[in-house]
C-alpha cells in the first residue's frame, strides 16, 4: 500500500478509477430518478384513465352499473391491483373496498389501509360523479416499490461488479505504468553509473513512451558524440601544442646562454605565441558558430556581391603562385544569415585549395541557384582527399596524412560545416579526381522573405528536376 501511495502511476491509475466510479455512480442514480419519474407517470395516467372509465360508466348506467363495475375489477387478480371507492358528501363510503378517508378532489398520494400489510400508500385520483357522490380510484404503489427494490438490487451487484474489475484495471495500469517508467529510470542510473552506451528500452509499439524513449535515446547518441569530441579536442590540442611549446620553451633557454641572439629568438618565440594564440582563436570561433548564438544577428545577405568580392580579392594571389582561378556567379542569390561567416567559410575553402593543390592546379569558384537553394562552390584539380578520411576531415583537428607537414591546425573545414549547419544548410565534400565543396542554404529574397525550405528539400527537388 505504502508503494502505492508513493507512486505517481499508482496514483494516475486510482484517480482514474476513482472518476470512473463516481460516474458510474452519478449514472447509476440518474437511471434509477428518470425510471421512477417514468413509471410514476404511468402509475398516474393507469389511475386517471381508470377513473374517466368508471366515470363513464355511472353516465351510461348510473349507481347500479358502477357498483357492479368496481365489484368485478376488485375481484380480479393484478400486480397492479387497484382499489376503489364511492363516498357521500359526509364521508361515508358507500361502494369498494379502500379504507381510506375522503381524500380532496385531483392526482395526490393518500394513506389507505390495507388489510394485509396495514397502512400503505397508493396514488389515488379522486372525481365527483355527483354532488352527491365522490369515486376514489386508488393504486397500490408496493409494485413500483418492488421493481425499484429488484433495480436497487440489479444496479448494486452490477455496481460492485463494475468495481472490481475497475479496481484491478487500475491496478494492472499503474503496474504497467510504473513498469515502463522504471525501464527508463533504470537505464537512466545505469547511464549515471557510467555505462554511456546504455540506452532507453524501445518497444515494438511505438507509443509515447517508446517515442519518448526513442527521443532520449537521440539526446544520448548527442551526448555521447559530443563527449567523444571532446576527448578528441582535448587530446589533439595537447598534440598540437606540446610541439610548439616545447619548442619555444628551447629557445628561451637558448636565448639565456646565448645573449647576441636574444633579440631574435624573442621575436621567433613571439611568432610562435601568436601560433598558439590563433589556434585557440579558431577553436573558440568554431565554439561561438556551433552553439548558434550568432543566428541572432541574421539578415539578408547578398551572395552574388560577396563572391564576387571575394573572386576579385583572391585571383591575383592564386595568379602570382602559378595557379588558374576560374569563378562564375550568378546574379540576385541572396540567404538569410550572417556575412562575416559566410565570407570565413568561402575564405577557408579558398585557402584550402590554395594550400593543398600543386602550383599548376585549376581553382573553381561558383555561385547558383536551383530549385530554391543557393549552392556556393569550390573545386580543384588537385591530388584531393582519399575518400576513407572525407567523413572525418570536418572534425576538429582532423588532417589527412598529406597534409601533415603544411600549414594550419586542422579547423578549417570544421568551421566551414559549423557555419553551414548554423544557416539550415549543409556541406558536401566531394573528392577524386581533385576535391570540391559545396555549402547548400535556403534562398531567401531580397528583403529575406524564404524561397525555400530547407537545403535538404531543396537538393531532393533538384535531383528529382
Known amino acids: 500500500m505504502r508503494k502505492w501511495r508513493s507512486s505517481a502511476a499508482y496514483r494516475i491509475a486510482f484517480i482514474n478509477f476513482g472518476a470512473y466510479a463516481v460516474g458510474l455512480a452519478l449514472l447509476g442514480m440518474i437511471v ?34 358502477l357498483a357492479e363495475a368496481i365489484a368485478q375489477r376488485e375481484a380480479l387478480k393484478s400486480p397492479t391491483r387497484m382499489v376503489y371507492a364511492v363516498f357521500t ?22 394513506i389507505f389501509r390495507d388489510p394485509k400489510e396495514g397502512p400503505d400508500e397508493a396514488r389515488a385520483m379522486t372525481v365527483d360523479l355527483s354532488p352527491g357522490e365522490r369515486l376514489v380510484v386508488a393504486a397500490d404503489s408496493d409494485w413500483l416499490e418492488g421493481i425499484e427494490r429488484i433495480v436497487i438490487v440489479i444496479f448494486t451487484l452490477a455496481f460492485v461488479g463494475s468495481v472490481l474489475v475497475g479496481f484491478g484495471g487500475a491496478v494492472v495500469l499503474g503496474s504497467y505504468l510504473q513498469r515502463r517508467l522504471q525501464s ?50 582535448s587530446s589533439d590540442i595537447a598534440h598540437d601544442l606540446r610541439t610548439p611549446l616545447a619548442r619555444l620553451r628551447n629557445r628561451l633557454e637558448r ?50 556581391a560577396l563572391l564576387t568580392e571575394l573572386a576579385e580579392s583572391y585571383a591575383p594571389a592564386f595568379e602570382d603562385e602559378g595557379r588558374m582561378f576560374l569563378w562564375s556567379v550568378e546574379p540576385d542569390l541572396w540567404v538569410e544569415g ?119 528539400q531543396g537538393r531532393q527537388e533538384e535531383e528529382a528536376g
Open 32 to 65: 434509477f430518478a428518470v425510471m421512477h419519474v417514468a413509471f410514476s407517470r404511468q402509475l398516474d395516467s393507469m389511475v386517471s384513465d381508470e377513473a374517466q372509465t368508471l366515470q363513464d360508466e355511472f353516465r351510461s348506467g348510473g349507481d347500479g352499473e
Open 89 to 110: 358528501p359526509a364521508g361515508r363510503k358507500i361502494h369498494g373496498s379502500l379504507q381510506t378517508s375522503r381524500p380532496p378532489l385531483g392526482l395526490h398520494p393518500i
Open 184 to 233: 527508463i529510470s533504470s537505464s537512466a542510473e545505469a547511464i549515471i553509473g557510467g555505462d554511456i552506451r546504455r540506452r532507453m528500452p524501445v518497444g515494438p509499439r511505438r507509443d509515447e513512451f517508446d517515442q519518448l524513449a526513442a527521443t532520449l535515446n537521440r539526446m544520448l547518441d548527442r551526448i555521447e558524440g559530443l563527449l567523444d569530441n571532446l576527448r578528441q579536442v
Open 255 to 304: 636565448g639565456l646562454a646565448d645573449e647576441p641572439e636574444a633579440d631574435a629568438l624573442i621575436a621567433d618565440a613571439i611568432r610562435q605565441l601568436d601560433e598558439v594564440l590563433s589556434l585557440f582563436a579558431a577553436i573558440l570561433r568554431v565554439a561561438e558558430v556551433e552553439s548558434g548564438e550568432t543566428k541572432r544577428f541574421f539578415e539578408p545577405v547578398d551572395i552574388s
Open 338 to 456: 550572417d556575412r562575416e561567416l559566410l565570407a570565413q567559410a568561402m575564405v577557408n575553402l579558398l585557402e584550402n585549395a590554395q594550400r593543398h593543390t600543386p602550383v599548376d592546379a585549376i581553382v573553381r569558384m561558383s555561385g547558383s541557384a536551383a530549385a530554391r537553394v543557393v549552392f556556393m562552390h569550390v573545386e580543384d584539380n588537385g591530388p584531393g582527399v582519399p575518400k576513407r578520411d572525407l567523413s572525418r576531415i570536418t572534425k576538429r583537428f582532423a588532417r589527412v596524412e598529406s597534409s601533415r607537414n603544411t600549414a594550419g591546425h586542422g579547423l578549417g573545414l570544421s568551421l566551414v560545416s559549423a557555419v553551414a549547419k548554423l544557416h539550415g544548410g549543409q556541406l558536401a565534400l566531394k573528392s577524386g579526381p581533385g576535391f570540391s565543396a559545396t555549402i547548400a542554404i535556403a534562398r531567401t529574397g531580397a528583403g529575406g522573405e524564404a524561397l525555400g525550405r530547407n537545403s535538404e
